[in-house]
C-alpha cells in the first residue's frame, strides 16, 4: 500500500502550528473514514460519541464505544479506517502531538 491509497486523518484541520495539529472529524451513522495512517502520537477527543469499529490495514476489527466526553492518547503507526456504526452522528477533535 502506497501513500497515495490513503486518506487524510481528519476531515478538516483547525488549528496547525509547529507543536499539534488538530482536525475535525464528523462522521454520520454508517459513514467511513477512509484509510489513514497515524505517523504522529495522537488523542482523540469524543465531542460528540457513538459506537465505532476501527479496521486496521491489517484486516483486524476493533469495536470502540466512544462516550461524549471521552478522550483518550494513541500512539504512532496504525493505519486503519474508523466507521461510525451507530445511531448517533460522531464527532471528534484528533490532536496529533508534532514535538514532545
Not at 63 to 79: A, K, N
Not at 81 to 88: I, Q, Y
Amino acid at each position: 500500500m502506497n501513500d497515495q491509497e490513503l486518506g487524510p486523518v481528519g476531515q478538516e484541520i483547525l488549528l496547525e502550528n509547529d507543536k499539534v495539529r488538530v482536525w475535525h472529524i464528523s462522521l454520520q451513522p454508517g459513514e467511513s473514514q477512509p484509510l489513514h495512517h497515524h505517523g504522529l502520537p495522537y488523542v482523540v477527543v469524543a465531542v460528540q460519541g457513538a459506537k465505532n469499529v476501527i479496521h486496521t490495514a491489517d484486516g483486524d476489527r476493533i469495536d470502540v464505544v466512544e462516550e461524549t466526553g471521552s478522550i483518550v492518547f494513541r500512539g504512532p503507526g496504525q493505519t486503519h479506517m474508523l466507521t461510525n456504526v451507530g445511531d448517533t452522528v460522531y464527532i471528534g477533535r484528533i490532536i496529533e502531538l508534532k514535538s514532545a
